[in-house]
């Protein structure tokens, strides 16, 4: 798996965090702790977007062009749930994705961990060298305050309407009482190295983050702890986490994600393009790194995870 040793962290969320990690997967084993905010219940099942997609991506079978699902997936059964009435056909589920959302489901009615059910999946997707926990076994959800329509859970923000409404605040319902796994809490003291990915800070990484006692552990490891910032310039790579970091009175700026996550990291990768925000970031205590930070390919994603275990 590479010439890295050692043991390796990385919290993730979801797309720009899957295309990170499936370099990180050519250069070393690691394990991945996933955010569990976007988790939601749709048609009677629980469904995980962002473990989902970095177990796809991992596995080699997520569809490239959408960003999201499986290749080559068709949407029959959803099709078939909208003509027959059902609500929230608005979130996309294909018939292939479908399916582990069913498998899911059926474990932990049977009293299986979603720590247990993750590990199950990814292993017969055929996941290698890579393990992937959810941050905690307990339900917590994201959720956005806005103007028009007061508070949603994210992905009726973002999915249903589109990120269209204007975001005053974000809430982490259910993360105080919730705590990491045993298996979260075991990786991360044990780590030599937590790498933060280029994820939405305010829906990925925070919601991790909230939960009780997450940040404490993170403080009490010993790793070397970098993260790679998703914004170039004033706005993000995709997603709403420049107008979400708004809505918190947050520069929406690598410079922001730095103070948002002062005295958790050593480092902070940023785009070469922002230079001029390095000395900033170094004030609040944290090495910059400048290197390009856009994941055109697979080489890009290689290179950026290097970058990573060397910063």
């Given at each position: ?37 976007d988790?939601?219940w ?18 080699g079978?997520?569809?490239?062009k ?45 009293g299986?961990s ?37 508070e ?6 973002w ?25 979260a ?8 190295r ?52 708004a809505?918190?009175?947050?520069k ?36 910059c ?23």
């Amino acid at each position: 798996m590479g010439r890295h040793e050692g043991r390796i962290v990385a919290l993730s969320g979801g797309t720009g965090s899957a295309k990170f990690l499936r370099g990180l997967q050519r250069v070393t084993k690691f394990t991945v702790i996933a955010n569990v905010g976007d988790n939601a219940w749709f048609h009677g099942l629980y469904v995980c977007p962002d473990i989902d997609i970095v177990t796809y991506t991992l596995a080699g079978v997520a569809d490239a062009k959408r960003g999201w699902g499986v290749q080559g997936d068709q949407f029959k059964a959803l099709g078939q749930l909208k003509k027959l009435g059902s609500e929230a056909t608005w979130f996309n589920i294909g018939d292939i994705d479908m399916a582990t959302h069913v498998f899911r489901t059926a474990l932990m009615k049977e009293g299986k961990s979603l720590t247990e059910v993750t590990s199950t999946v990814a292993r017969r997707l055929g996941v290698r060298g890579v393990r992937i926990l959810p941050a905690t076994d307990e339900h917590m959800e994201t959720h956005i305050v806005t103007a028009e329509r007061g508070e949603l859970h994210l992905q009726e923000f973002w999915v249903r309407e589109r990120g269209r409404l204007t975001a005053k605040d974000i809430r982490y319902v259910g993360a105080k009482r919730a705590r990491a796994t045993a298996e979260a809490e075991r990786s991360v003291l044990s780590a030599q190295r937590i790498i933060i990915s280029p994820a939405n800070p305010m829906t990925s990484v925070l919601p991790i983050l909230s939960i009780g006692g997450f940040r404490v552990l993170i403080r009490k490891s010993k790793a070397r702890k970098v993260a790679i910032s998703p914004m170039v310039g004033v706005r993000a790579f995709s997603g709403p986490a420049a107008e979400l970091m708004a809505a918190r009175g947050i520069k929406p700026t690598s410079e922001g994600v730095a103070r948002l996550y002062k005295g958790l990291i050593d480092a902070l990768i940023i785009d070469e393009t922002d230079r001029a925000q390095a000395r900033a970031i170094e004030s609040a205590g944290v090495s910059c790194i400048r290197t390009p930070t856009l994941m055109k390919s697979r080489d890009d994603e290689a290179r950026l995870a290097k970058v990573a275990m060397e910063a």
